[in-house]
DNA sequence: TTGTATGCGTTATCAA
DNA sequence: TTGATAACGCATACAA
């Protein structure tokens, strides 16, 4: 591998020179700079990232945590992050979190990374104070339930989702309406949870403990789940069900489907996110239209100003609904005639 | 932050001393060991991975090259590739791949990766001479059509998979079979489709190019290609099909729902991975079960060996077949009783 | 406008 | 068994 040195030799100036060039530094003379370029090209020199790194403190390395990438939701935005990052010239890195890797976290920040995105997560104290101490910056795609008051954010408005699916499954009829929920406080889905006691409040529809099922954000538990309500006859309880993700609307869909409890005719499913898998099941799911590439790009602009020391404002998306027919009988009825 | 130069300090022992003990070189006394144990603990240190990359020319990172995020069959590879990765102490970044990005890459892989992970892709010429130039070793983890011979990989035995496959369906009494295919040769799909070839041969059905129909891995374009495949009158063709990926076997199913078309009662229709949509669409799809987390594991240690100097072999293993209605009458049949 | 010199935090060589 | 010390490749303050 050529070095900085090569290329100043062959070019016939001093290592700095290099430099300067190299950086775009003013007060170059255009024939030095011409000779560095033609060196370098011919070189094919390349600057060390390490020698770099060292000397400057910055790795234009960025690390997501990801809560579950078998999600689509989840594996959507981590790529378009990737790709957003990218354009700035910064590197992404993932990891899927859990509480455990935060003494792993802890102890290969420091030195690897000049930026943290969250996926949602909340971190532990001991967690935040090496960040403060490194002076790392933190932004979270989409917020936990109770996240940490400084921490930059870019999410969706839920609570104006929330509102929406609820008051269109209030036009449908229903009034018993269940959540499917996360369980875990430490998690992006908590929010929604938050949004959908707000939003049925406001509707003035009743809602308690007993309204909200446990899916853990995997299909297969809330199938699960869904499927231990109905085995427990608790099926006519409610008439309609919000999943906090689509994967676990998914879930409930599948779970009605095995059991023969007819959608949307006997209960309605909505989700909240949009991914491709919630068109393609029978019935399609009514969601909210999140975007995602537009929420990747807030993120990682809101991460390279906070990596500039530039102030930044957090950002909140709004997300229409998207009325499918697995909360419609009329979408359910056009659904039926086209197959 | 503490450098090795405060450790040895408060150690009370030079400098030397310090990294004796972190890279456990023989011949340091056991009151030196504990002392400078002692001062690291009480200092925080960990040591500045840009200085030591420096000095050893080792990064530590791998780069993944991702086709398409969107695809839950590449997700889970990539999730258990990261896993698998982070346990042998190396980071993984992941970019995801056409062929505008490989300019890039040339630049950006030196002095920053030390292997390149691959899912299948072909890279051109200039790529495989810098990175042979650079001594960064390469992993496929499934193959393209045309891979470059002395490339290292872990793959499926797709032969024998598609042999499954097409011995399934001709047991149902299909004969001609139709394949949806991606189109790039410079993608894992490719392979896929000359097993597929390879499997009909054996199996003595007849095989066409007009058998073959153009997703391009997205479940929209599979959805498309099999809309104008029905659009053209072309239905009575073929009485099954197979598709490279599950993503567009449950394209050509929402094809066929939207269209009106029985399945299995019209057309059969398989998959060849066993995403977790595959079981959730009606019908579910007759797939094969490829062990994501088996065949991440290999390419890593596959990898780790490489980059280690050592010789290591290429892995191939086989995957079961899944009947699920799709493709079986009588499968299908349980399924309609369930509901 | 350009060159010299220093140091970033390591590892590794060589003496002691 | 330990301690100086020389690189690694770069950015930059300062001198020229």
Redesign the pocket.
Known sequence: ?A???DVAERA??????V??V??NK????E??RRKVWAAIEELG????HA??S???RKTYNLTVLVNYLGDPFEAGLLNHLEEKAREKGYFIHFQTYYPGIEKDLRRSVPGRIDGLLLLGQVLQPETWSMLEEEGIPVVSVTRAGEIRQDTAWVDVDWEDGMEKLISHLAEQGHRRIALMANGSPNHPHAYRLDAFFEGMRKQGLPMGAEDILYGKGRLEQAREAMAAYIQAGRLGSHSAFIAVSDLMAAGVLAACREAGVAVPGQVSIAGCENILMSYQTTPAVTVLNVYRLELASRAVDLMIKLLNGETASNSVLQAPLLIRASSDRQAAGREEREN
Request: charged residues 15%; without cysteine; hydrophobic residues 40%.
């Open positions: 591998m070095s900085r040195k016939g100036v001093s290592a700095a020179a430099s300067y190299l950086n003013a007060g170059v003379s024939s030095t020199y390349a600057p060390s020698a770099r060292l000397k400057t």
